[in-house]
């Protein structure tokens, strides 16, 4: 928290994260939400996430793996019905643990992308328990695979 540095934003993210403004959006972290909230206001897209949940609106026994996040920010951005399909984006392999657990207990799918922006090493992720349905290098592939399941 005492770090105001601020984090740097992707390639084309900013762009991205507008693009896809009219699907509500949300954020699930292990990141604290003020340092988050400064970041995505920094950047000029706080207003493209209706919930955002960090590290402390989470109790310490609920934290990712653990799907309370997942359902505290579906909450927040006034998700009433825990059906359809949800895209969960992730860079480790607890958070593509995070979303099979989402997808278990709110009884609907939930798919999961790893994205890697040092590069797609799918030998990585092999090892990994529960792999992603999707890996991409950079944000290029993101909006691809994000244009393809959002149509």
Known sequence: EK???MPEMFDGMTELIRA???????????????QIENTLKHYGVRDCFEGIIGTL???????????EGFLRCLEKMGVKEQDGVYI????????????????AVLGCEVVCIAIDHVGVNTEKYEKWENRPDYYVANTTQLREILQALTK
Do not use: W
């Not at 609106?57 to 799907?67: G, L, M, S």
């Not at 860079?91 to 995070?98: E, L, N």
């Open 3 to 5: 770090d105001e540095r």
């Open 57 to 67: 609106e989470v109790p310490i026994t609920k934290q990712k793996p653990d799907a």
């Open 88 to 103: 969960y984006i992730g860079d480790h392999s607890d958070d593509m643990t995070f979303g099979q657990n989402a997808a």
């Open 20 to 34: 896809l403004k009219p699907i509500p959006l949300g954020i699930c972290s292990q990141n604290n939400s003020v």
